[in-house]
C-alpha cells in the first residue's frame, strides 16, 4: 500500500506540471512613448491655423472628467492627468464615463485649437481608447469665479458659494424645444459672474435653474477670450442654500425694450423727447440711448428709473453700467433715492446725485464703463437709481447706456 | 450517379483490407481460452438506479445511468456521485463509448454520439448493461476507446416474473411507473418479455419545465434447436420536455435564483385563465427493432448476426419571429447591464427593476404580448406562394411556434464470429449502418396568426434581389401554415461498413489480447430545397464525402498473483469527421469544409490493480491524444457584423491523468470507499480557423491561427475526488454516503478570442489583454450524497424499497459548468458574459419495487 502511495505520488509530481495556456504574440506597451497631457496641448497650433497629425505610436493615460451622459456634449469628451486636461473628439459616441481611466493610443489622432480650446480630435473610442478600470474621479479644482482665467480650458473645477443671478432664476439651462444652446450668468456673493453654457440636446436643457445659491462642478471652457463654463452632470448642481445679494439688477437692454424689469421713464419736461433702444454704430445687442435732437434742440428733462431694490439685507452694495456720449450738453447725472414712490414726478422726492462717482465717457461714442459706484449708504428697503438727462433748445448730448449691474 | 460509384469504391476498400485483416488475424497463433474480465469479478455490490436532473443526456451522450451499474468503484462513483458535476471519464466525449444494443453499435452516424433518448426510462431493461470504461478487449466490435456498454434488450435478459415498481422524485420528473414481465426461456423454446414505464412532471425541479415519457418494450425469443436461436426486440420511448436552459449570472442575481428559467411564461387563455407554457420543447420517439439470430456452430464457436432498424421523428420546438423584438427574456438587451453599459442609467433602472420585482413581463416569456403583436399584424402579401398578382391577406404572424426536426432511419447489420481455442478466442466481425437524417422545419403554431412567409429576413435586410430572401426559391414568398414544412429542408446520408478482428489469448501469468478495425464511412448531403441564396448548391446531392480509418489496439494483463494484476492497453485509430462538422451550413447549402481529413488517436494506460475479498484497488495511469480534429459553429460575429460559419482545422487535445479507486471493507458490514481522478485535458495544438459569411458563403478569413494550445477543455471538472462508507446491515439493508469534491473546472475557450485580431487594439498591460484571453476558472465545488435501501422476501414476493438524497446539504453555489458565448465583442469585452448553470439543491429519489 504505502509503495503504491509513493509511485502514484512520483508520477502526478511527474505528470503534474502545469502547462501556460498559450498566446497571441504578446503586444507590449513602448514606455518611451508614453506622453502626458501637457506634451498633447503643447502640439497645438495655438492661432488655430494648422492641425497637428500624430504619426507616431505615442500613448497616454488620462482619467475621464466629462462624459457623454448628460447630453451637454456629443462625441466628446474631456480627460485629465496630473499634467492637464483635454477636450477629446471623437468619430462616434461612446460609453466612457467619468472616473475611467483610460489608455489612449494617440496614433492617427489630431491636435487643433478653436477658438481657443485646445482639442485632441479624430479619436476612435472603439480603437483609440482602452478602458483599464473605472471609478478614479477626480476631485475638482475649487476656484473663485474672478480665479478663473481662459488658461484653465479643460479644467474640472468647483465653484463654491455661486447662485444663478436674479435675472437668471426664471431661465431654463438651455432651450430644450428648439435643441439650441444658451448662456446663464453664475455668480458669486461679490457679484463676480461668469457664463455657463448648456447645450439643447441636455437630458436637463429643460428645467429651470438652481435657484438657491452653492456649489457647482464644471468643465472650463472658452469661445475665445470669453469664458464658458459647462455642467458635467446636473447632479453636480448643489445650489438649494440661502441666496445672497448676489446680482439684484441686470438691465442690458437686450430685449430692445427700455421700460422692460419694472424700469420706468418720466418725461418732466420736452415730450418729444425720452429713452429708446438702439443698436447704431454696429453693437451687438441693443443699447439705452436718449437725445434731444430732432433737427434741432429741444429742452427736456427725462428720467430713466430702476424698479425698486431692497438693499436692507445688503452690505457693499454697488452698482456699475457702461455709458458713452457724443455732442455738448449737460451732463448725464446718477442718482439714488430712497423715498422714490415708483411714479409721479421724481423732483418730488429726494434724490442723491452719485455722477462723481462715475466714471464718464470721453465723448465721440467712446464706450466707458462706470466703475464700482458704492451704493452701502442706502440699506434701505425702496431704492431706486435713475438716470436724469437734461437738454436745452440750443444744445443736447445723446448718452448711451447699457449692462446696468447691481449687485447686493 | 456519383454516390454508387462511392459505394462500390467503399465495398472495394472494405474487401480489400478485410483479406489483409483476416491474414494477420489467422498468424496470430494457437489456442488459448477466453480473459475473464477483471473488472466484472470485482465484487462490488454498488446500487443501481439511474437519475440525474438531465438525464436525457442529450448534452454529449453521458452514459452514467449505464455506469451505475458498473461494479468498478470508479466508474460506479463517476456514474452516480459525480454527475451532478458533469464529470467525464477520462475527459472524453460520449462518441468515445460505445453502447451496443444486442451487440449492434448504436450511435448516432452524424454525431458518433450515443442516443440514449431511444430507450429512456426502462431502466428494468437496460440497468444490467455490460460495461467497460476503459481500453479493453470487445466480444462485439472493436468499440470506442472510452470503453463500451453493451445494453442485452433480448427477451432472456428480463428475470423471469413480474417486477412492479413505483419511484418519487423531484428531479426532472416526479413520478415513475414501470411493470415488467419476463418469462423465461420456458420448455417450448420460447422466451418472452415486456416492460413498460411512465414518467411524468407536470412541473420538474426547475420551474416551467415538464416531463411525459411512455416508453415500452417488448421481445421474443426462440431456440429452434440446440443451434439456433432467434430473438425479435422492439423498444421506444416517446418523450415530451419542457426545457429549461442556463443563462447569465446577472439573471441568476436579478432574479435571486440560481435556476431562474426564463424558457417559459404566462399564457392567457379565452377561458381567462393563465397557464405555464414552455417555449422550449424536444420530442423524441425513435424506436429500435431488431432481429438477433445466434448460431452455435459447435462447442468453441458461433455466430451472431443481427439486423437492427431504427425510425422516428425527433425534434425541438421554439420560438421564431420575423419583423420583431427577441421574445427571449434573456437577450443581453433586456438586461440592465446593456444599458450600464451604454451609461444609460434611466433604461436600466427600468429593467432591473422589471427583473427584480419578479415581473413577468421581463422575467419570462411573454405570450400574450406575442398573440397581440401577431393579431395586429393585418398583412397584405403580394405575388404570394410564387403566383404573380396572387395576393394573400390576413394576419401575418411576426411570432411563431417551430418544430426543428431530425428524423433518423438507421438500418444496421452486424455479424460476429466468436472461435475459442485452447488459449486464444478469436473474434471477427463485419458492420454495416446507413443513417438517413431528415433535417426541417414544420409549423407548429401560428400564435394566433394566419400564415408566416417563407423567407429570411436577415437576407431580406442583407440582399436587394429578393429571391435570396427565399428559403425555397421554387415557389417565391410561400404562405406556410401549421403542419407546413418551411425554413430548411434536406436528407444527411451516412454510410459505414467496419471489419474487426480480435485474437485475446490467456496463459498462466499473462492474458494479453490484439485487435485491428478496417472501416469506411461515407455521406452526403441531399438538398430538397432551393434555397435563393444558394440556388446552385442547395438542391441536389452534394459532393460525396469518403473517409477510410483503421485501429488496432492492444493489451496485456500481468498476473503478479490471483490477487494482483498488472495491466496495459495502447490504441491507435484513424476517425472520420463527422458530417456535422465537415458541412459548414447544412440547412442552407452543401458548402463543406476543403479537403475535410481523418482524426488521429494515440492513446494507452497502465493500470495496478488488487482484488481481495476485502479490498479492491484499481489504479490507472492514462493517456491520449487526438490530432487533426476539426470544429465548427456558427455565431454572430461583432467584429465582422455577420452571423457566419467558424470551422477550426487541426485542433488537437491531449488528456491525462490518474484514476483511483479502493473500496474496503473495515469491519463487520462497515466499507470505506475511495475515488480519486486526476486529470489533464487540454488543447494542443494552434488550429486555423476559416470564416464563412453564413447568407453567401463568402470566405471572411482564412488560415486565422486561434492561439489555444494548453487551454482547459472546459465544461467539466479535471479532477474529482469522493470517500464514502456504506454499511450493509445483515437483513438486507444498506446506507451509504459519499462526499464528492471536483477540482480544476474550467469554461470551454471560445476560438475567436484566442487569435492576434481579438486583443490586436490592446497591449499586455491592458487589462482587456487578459481579460480576453484567460480562460474562465470556475470554483472548486462539493456534494454530499446519501443512499439506502432496504428488502424483504415475503413467500415468493420480494418488496425492495431504496432511495437516495443527492447534495444534501444543499449547496447551492456550485457552478457546474457553463460555456463562453462564441459571440465577443473586442470593444467590450465583458459584453457578452459566459452562460453558467448551479448544481441542483438537495434533491431525492425513492421507490419501491415488487417482484413475484
Known amino acids: 500500500m504505502k509503495r503504491l502511495l509513493f509511485i502514484s505520488a512520483v508520477i502526478a509530481s511527474i505528470i503534474a506540471c502545469e502547462k501556460e495556456p498559450d498566446s497571441p504574440p504578446v503586444n507590449t506597451l513602448d514606455q518611451t512613448k508614453v506622453i502626458t497631457i501637457d506634451s498633447i496641448r503643447a502640439m497645438a497650433d495655438t492661432t488655430g491655423a494648422t492641425i497637428y497629425t500624430i504619426t507616431d505610436s505615442l500613448t497616454t493615460f488620462a482619467i475621464v ?4 451622459s448628460s447630453g451637454n456634449i456629443y462625441k466628446n469628451l474631456y480627460i485629465q492627468d496630473h499634467t492637464g486636461s483635454v477636450n477629446v473628439r471623437m468619430t462616434s459616441s461612446s460609453d466612457y464615463s467619468v472616473g475611467d481611466s483610460l489608455r489612449v493610443s494617440l496614433i492617427g489622432t489630431t491636435v487643433s485649437t478653436y477658438n481657443g480650446v485646445v482639442q485632441l480630435d479624430n479619436v476612435d473610442p472603439d480603437l483609440a481608447l482602452i478602458k483599464r478600470s473605472g471609478g478614479h474621479d477626480i476631485t475638482p479644482v475649487s476656484k473663485e469665479i474672478n480665479d478663473i482665467t481662459v488658461y484653465d480650458e479643460g479644467m474640472l473645477v468647483q465653484l463654491n458659494n455661486v447662485q444663478f443671478t436674479g435675472s437668471e432664476l426664471a431661465n431654463t439651462y438651455a432651450d430644450g424645444l428648439n435643441q439650441s444652446s444658451e448662456n446663464r450668468i453664475i455668480e458669486d456673493c461679490n457679484g463676480n459672474n461668469v457664463l455657463i453654457r448648456t447645450s439643447g440636446f441636455a437630458n436637463y436643457a429643460n428645467e429651470t435653474v438652481a435657484q438657491g445659491n452653492g456649489s457647482i462642478v464644471c468643465i472650463v471652457n472658452r469661445f475665445g477670450s470669453e469664458l464658458q463654463l459647462v455642467i458635467r452632470d446636473p447632479e453636480e448642481i448643489l445650489m438649494d442654500g440661502t441666496r445672497c445679494a448676489g446680482q439684484l439688477l441686470l438691465k442690458d437692454f437686450d430685449d430692445d425694450d427700455v421700460t422692460s424689469g419694472g424700469w420706468s421713464t418720466v418725461q418732466v419736461d420736452g415730450p418729444s423727447v425720452n429713452w429708446t433702444t438702439s443698436t447704431a454704430g454696429g453693437a451687438a445687442t441693443p443699447y439705452g440711448i436718449i437725445s434731444n435732437f430732432d433737427s434741432g434742440n429741444t429742452q427736456c428733462e427725462n428720467w430713466l428709473i430702476s424698479p425698486v431694490l431692497d438693499l436692507s439685507a445688503s452690505s457693499t452694495p454697488n452698482m456699475q453700467f457702461n455709458n458713452a456720449y457724443n455732442y455738448t450738453g449737460d451732463p448725464l447725472q ?9 411714479s409721479g414726478n421724481p423732483n418730488a422726492a429726494t434724490w442723491v446725485d452719485l455722477s462723481s462717482q462715475v466714471t464718464w465717457s470721453a465723448g465721440s461714442w467712446a464706450w466707458e464703463n462706470s466703475g464700482s459706484i458704492d451704493l452701502s449708504p442706502y440699506l434701505q428697503p425702496a431704492v431706486r437709481i435713475a438716470f436724469k438727462y437734461t437738454g436745452t433748445n440750443s444744445d443736447g448730448s445723446t448718452w448711451e447706456i447699457d449692462d446696468i449691474i447691481i449687485n447686493g | 450517379m456519383r454516390a454508387t460509384l462511392h459505394y ?23 489456442d488459448t481460452t477466453r480473459i475473464g474480465s477483471i473488472e466484472d469479478t470485482l465484487n462490488d455490490n454498488t446500487p443501481v438506479f439511474i437519475s440525474s436532473l438531465e438525464d436525457d443526456n442529450s448534452s454529449g451522450g453521458n452514459v452514467s445511468g449505464l455506469l451505475q451499474s458498473s461494479r468498478d468503484v470508479f466508474a460506479a462513483t463517476a456514474g452516480f456521485n459525480f454527475f451532478a458535476a458533469r464529470f467525464r471519464i477520462r475527459g472524453y466525449n460520449g462518441d468515445k463509448t460505445t453502447i451496443f444494443v444486442n451487440g449492434v453499435p448504436t450511435g448516432d452516424a452524424v454525431t458518433g454520439y450515443s442516443q440514449f433518448f431511444k430507450w429512456g426510462g426502462l431502466n428494468d431493461v437496460t440497468r444490467y448493461a455490460e460495461t467497460k470504461k476503459w481500453l479493453t478487449s470487445n466480444p462485439y466490435h472493436f468499440g470506442g476507446i472510452g470503453g463500451y456498454s453493451n445494453i442485452d434488450i433480448s427477451a432472456t435478459s428480463v428475470r423471469k416474473g413480474w417486477r412492479v415498481s413505483y419511484a418519487n422524485t423531484n428531479r426532472s420528473y416526479r413520478q415513475r411507473l414501470m411493470v415488467t414481465y419476463g418469462t423465461g426461456m420456458q420448455k417450448n423454446g420460447w422466451a418472452f418479455a415486456f416492460s413498460a414505464s411512465a414518467r411524468y412532471a407536470r412541473e420538474g425541479y426547475i420551474e416551467g419545465t415538464y416531463y411525459n415519457n411512455a416508453s415500452y418494450y417488448f421481445a421474443a425469443k426462440k431456440e429452434i434447436n440446440k443451434k439456433h436461436s432467434l430473438n425479435f426486440s422492439v423498444l421506444g420511448a416517446p418523450r415530451e420536455r419542457g426545457r429549461s436552459n442556463i443563462f447569465l449570472q446577472e439573471v441568476y442575481d436579478l432574479t435571486n435564483n440560481q435556476y431562474h428559467n426564463t424558457n417559459w411564461g404566462w399564457q392567457t387563455l379565452a377561458s381567462g385563465d393563465s397557464v405555464k407554457r414552455n417555449g422550449n420543447i424536444a420530442r423524441e420517439h425513435i424506436p429500435i427493432m431488431t432481429i438477433n439470430h445466434t448460431w452455435k456452430i459447435d462447442e468453441k464457436s458461433n455466430l451472431k448476426t443481427s439486423v437492427l432498424a431504427s425510425f422516428g421523428k425527433r425534434g425541438r420546438e421554439r420560438l421564431n419571429w420575423y419583423d420583431a423584438q427577441d421574445p427571449r427574456p434573456g437577450y443581453y438587451r433586456y438586461l440592465p447591464s446593456y444599458y450600464e453599459s451604454l451609461n444609460d442609467p434611466a433604461n436600466a433602472a427600468v429593467f432591473r427593476n422589471g427583473w427584480t420585482s419578479g415581473n413577468p413581463d421581463f422575467t419570462q416569456i411573454n405570450w400574450d404580448h406575442l398573440y397581440r403583436a401577431n393579431d395586429n399584424n393585418l398583412y397584405s402579401l403580394d405575388d404570394a406562394d410564387g403566383l404573380t398578382g396572387n395576393t394573400v391577406n390576413g394576419k401575418r404572424s411576426k411570432y411563431i411556434m417551430e418544430s426543428q426536426w431530425s428524423n433518423e432511419l438507421s438500418l444496421a447489420f452486424a455479424s460476429v464470429y466468436n472461435k475459442t481455442f485452447e488459449k486464444l478466442t478469436f473474434t471477427a466481425g463485419a458492420y454495416y449502418q446507413m443513417q438517413r437524417n431528415h433535417n426541417y422545419k414544420t409549423i407548429s403554431d401560428l400564435m394566433g396568426g394566419d400564415y408566416w412567409v417563407d423567407v429570411d429576413q436577415f437576407a431580406e435586410q442583407d440582399f436587394l434581389d429578393p429571391i435570396a430572401a427565399q428559403n425555397n426559391a421554387d415557389t417565391p414568398n410561400r404562405t406556410v401554415r401549421v403542419g407546413d414544412t418551411f425554413g430548411w429542408d434536406y436528407f444527411m446520408h451516412n454510410h459505414e461498413v467496419t471489419g474487426f478482428a480480435q485474437a485475446e489469448f490467456k496463459l498462466d501469468k499473462i492474458d494479453w489480447y490484439a485487435a485491428v478495425e478496417l472501416s469506411d464511412q461515407l455521406f452526403y448531403r441531399e438538398g430538397v430545397y432551393k434555397n435563393g441564396r444558394f440556388l446552385d448548391n442547395s438542391q441536389g446531392k452534394s459532393d460525396v464525402y469518403n473517409f477510410f480509418n483503421y485501429s488496432t489496439k492492444a493489451g496485456i494483463t500481468y498476473k503478479i498473483s490471483g490477487r494482483q494484476f498488472l495491466t496495459a492497453n495502447a490504441a491507435f485509430l484513424t476517425e472520420a469527421p463527422t458530417s456535422r462538422t465537415v458541412f459548414i451550413s447544412p440547412r442552407t447549402r452543401d458548402n463543406a469544409v476543403d479537403n475535410p481529413i481523418n482524426e488521429t488517436i494515440y492513446t494507452g494506460d497502465i493500470s495496478y490493480i488488487l482484488r481481495y475479498p476485502k479490498l479492491k484497488m484499481r489504479a490507472t495511469y492514462y493517456y491520449m491524444e487526438r490530432k487533426d480534429a476539426l470544429w465548427s459553429r456558427s455565431f454572430y460575429h461583432d467584429e465582422y457584423r455577420s452571423f457566419v460559419n467558424y470551422v477550426m482545422e487541426g485542433v488537437d487535445q491531449f488528456h491525462q491523468g490518474l484514476e483511483f479507486g479502493i473500496d474496503g471493507e473495515i469491519v463487520g458490514g462497515l466499507s470505506a470507499n475511495g475515488v480519486l481522478a486526476w486529470g489533464q485535458h487540454l488543447y494542443s495544438s494552434r488550429p486555423t480557423a476559416s470564416v464563412y459569411r453564413d447568407n453567401s458563403a463568402e470566405l471572411i478569413d482564412e488560415d486565422k491561427l486561434v492561439y489555444l494550445e494548453n487551454y482547459k477543455i472546459g465544461g467539466m471538472p479535471q479532477s474529482a475526488a469522493s470517500v464514502g462508507l456504506k454499511y450493509s446491515g445483515k437483513k438486507y439493508w444498506f446506507a451509504g454516503v459519499n462526499f464528492n469534491y471536483f ?24 487589462p482587456q489583454w487578459n481579460e480576453t484571453l484567460d480562460q474562465t476558472r470556475l470554483d472548486n465545488g462539493y456534494s454530499l450524497n446519501l443512499i439506502g435501501g432496504k428488502s424483504w422476501r415475503m413467500g415468493d414476493y420480494f418488496l425492495s424499497l431504496f432511495g437516495n438524497i443527492t447534495n444534501v446539504t444543499n449547496n447551492r453555489n456550485f457552478v457546474t459548468g457553463g460555456f463562453e458565448q462564441l459571440r465577443f465583442d473586442n470593444t467590450n469585452v465583458g459584453k457578452f458574459p459566459p452562460r453558467i448553470g448551479y448544481m441542483a439543491g438537495i434533491n431525492y429519489f425513492v421507490s419501491a419495487t415488487l417482484r413475484f
Not at chain 2, 743 to 765: C, H, K, Q, W
Request: charged fraction near 20%.
Open chain 1, 65 to 68: 472628467t466629462m462624459d457623454e
Open chain 1, 334 to 342: 446718477l442718482l439714488v433715492s430712497t423715498d422714490y414712490p415708483g
Open chain 2, 8 to 30: 462500390l469504391n467503399m465495398l472495394k476498400n472494405f474487401i480489400l483490407s478485410a483479406s489483409a485483416l483476416f491474414i494477420a488475424a489467422i498468424s496470430f497463433g494457437q
Open chain 2, 743 to 766: 477540482m480544476d473546472i474550467y469554461l470551454d475557450p471560445g476560438p475567436d478570442r484566442r487569435t492576434a485580431e481579438a486583443v490586436a487594439n490592446f497591449v499586455e498591460s491592458d
